[in-house]
């Protein structure tokens, strides 16, 4: 549930680099990657609508070339697709050259595929024109990419046969806590330790926490604009900047706390929302909430260590797969109740656990994360992952700090389970219009005085809805 890859979306950035590598990988394996002179891809739906403010256009370019977005250098992208501009020419994987024209050949087009969203359509025809391959993909959420048919995809690592702990709903795993007598973390650490040695499995989460930390440090010193064009001057330097300077007072305000929970959200996102080097937890549009409320539990709760950080982060993982496999983490197929909802009840969760929270209370700390998120659409303003992004962030993780601290007040009985909640949210995202589900059509995307114009200097071209 956790990656390391570059802004602003793992949807819509993330998840059309990984299917263009795969589209240019699959090419080279058959044995066309030589005889390829020409490659188009088309955007559809929600990429569509978006694609320009949320990167697709690039990303797409970036994965033809080779380049994957755990490693691809965030400060290089500009100049590589100006090259590609000026010189009409790709390389893709880094090595074949192909008449390219990102204006002409990367495409967004209004109108959805039928199967999700999130679709993108990939070709390749050789010098004269005849179509070699052809592939539909699409990006899911989280940066998972899926080929068509959707329903032929494998579950999600950690969910199903093969492991000592399968489960996909949270009734299920609450079973295998019972059964087991082991906390969340535990059971989920059981299940990662039959894949791959403890060691591996700590080293693996204190790799994805280094990552947040760079992410909250890097966001703390850059100061500036956002790019894209709304003009949105970021906040975490001169904030972390106040708040260390009220740290020496006398008096120290009673909620300083939960400025530090924001301060590092709006750190990250300001970083998400520049392109720069984040995690998807579950997604990039809220990947502010796991690392602020992380760093919350490690500056303020004492007895915070690297061993707490992996509990909660197995924990908030759990909990993610339960999400991702019964509900969704996709602002375009249910809005953002499904990306900063989800992402709060991961932390939620993960508070729960490393505060000695049983089973039942890290399950009902993730409800009602959930459940107060529901409903939340996702309209960014003119495109772009800032405008209500950056701030929803900060508040969705002080929402997870307050579900895990009320859950820690019961006794983990309650009336709406976690599985009823992401069931409610699914339905919830299927009656809502689709304005509201990261199209930039409706909502403060539309009533924000100047967010007609789209923002963003994208590389493709819009086409309109058929």
């Known amino acids: 549930m956790f990656s390391i890859g570059i802004g602003p979306s793992s949807s819509h950035t993330v998840g059309p680099m990984r299917a263009a590598l795969a589209f240019a990988t699959d090419l080279a394996a058959r044995g066309l990657l030589e005889r390829t002179a020409a490659v188009t891809v088309d955007l559809h739906g929600s990429?569509?609508?978006?694609?320009?403010?949320?990167?697709?256009?690039?990303a797409v370019v970036l994965g033809l070339a080779g380049e994957r977005p755990e490693?691809?250098?965030?400060?290089?992208?500009?100049?590589?697709?100006?090259?590609?501009?000026?010189?009409?020419?790709l390389r893709l994987l880094g090595r074949h050259p192909v008449r390219f024209d990102p204006g002409a050949d990367v495409r967004l087009i209004a109108r959805a595929l039928p199967a999700?969203?999130?679709?993108?359509?990939?070709?390749?025809?050789?010098?004269?024109?005849?179509?070699?391959?052809?592939?539909?993909?699409?990006?899911?959420g989280g940066g998972f990419v899926r080929e068509?048919?959707?329903?032929?995809?494998?579950?999600?690592?950690?969910?199903?046969a093969g492991l000592p702990f399968g489960f996909?709903?949270?009734?299920?795993?609450?079973?295998?806590?019972?059964?087991?007598?082991?906390?969340?973390?535990?059971?989920?650490?059981?299940?990662?330790?039959?894949?791959?040695?403890?060691?591996?499995?700590d080293a693996g989460l204190l790799r994805i926490f280094g990552a947040m930390a760079a992410c909250v440090e890097h966001g703390l010193v850059t100061g500036g604009v956002l790019p894209g064009g709304l003009g949105v001057r970021r906040r975490a330097p001169r904030l972390h900047a106040q708040l260390l300077a009220e740290e020496g007072r006398a008096h120290r305000d009673a909620l300083q706390a939960m400025d530090w929970v924001s301060l590092f959200a709006l750190a990250v996102n300001e970083e998400n929302a520049a392109g720069g080097r984040v995690v998807t937890a579950p997604t990039n549009g809220a990947a502010g909430i796991v690392p602020a409320v992380l760093h919350f539990h490690r500056r303020f709760v004492p007895g915070a260590d690297d061993a707490a950080t992996v509990r909660f982060l197995l924990a908030a993982g759990g909990i993610g797969i339960v999400l991702k496999e019964t509900g969704s983490i996709s602002g375009a197929e249910v809005g953002c109740q499904g990306e900063v909802g989800s992402a709060s009840a991961m932390a939620a969760a993960g508070l729960a656990e490393v505060l000695g929270g049983t089973p039942e209370q890290v399950e009902n700390a993730a409800e009602?994360?959930?459940?107060?998120?529901?409903?939340?659409?996702?309209?960014?303003?003119?495109?772009?992952?800032?405008?209500p992004c950056i701030e929803r962030n900060a508040v969705g993780a002080t929402t997870a700090i307050h579900a895990a601290r009320t859950a820690m007040r019961g006794d983990g009985t309650h009336v709406v389970s976690l599985d009823t909640a992401i069931a409610t949210m699914r339905q919830t995202g299927a009656h809502m219009r689709a304005e509201y589900k990261e199209t930039s059509l409706g909502g403060l995307a539309l009533t924000v005085v100047g967010a007609g114009a789209r923002a963003g200097t994208g590389v493709g071209v819009n086409v309109p809805e058929c």
């Open 71 to 89: 490693s691809v250098d965030p400060d290089g992208v500009p100049a590589f697709l100006e090259r590609v501009r000026a010189g009409g020419e």
């Open 168 to 201: 996909r709903t949270g009734a299920e795993l609450l079973a295998h806590c019972r059964e087991q007598r082991l906390g969340v973390a535990d059971l989920v650490r059981r299940n990662e330790e039959s894949l791959r040695p403890a060691a591996e499995v």
């Open 116 to 140: 999700h969203p999130n679709g993108m359509v990939f070709t390749a025809r050789d010098a004269g024109g005849a179509l070699l391959a052809e592939r539909t993909a699409y990006s899911v």
């Open 148 to 160: 068509h048919p959707l329903d032929a995809a494998a579950p999600v690592v950690g969910t199903g």
């Open 368 to 387: 009602i994360a959930v459940e107060h998120h529901l409903g939340l659409t996702c309209d960014p303003v003119g495109g772009l992952v800032q405008i």
């Open 47 to 58: 990429l569509g609508a978006t694609g320009r403010g949320h990167g697709s256009d690039r």
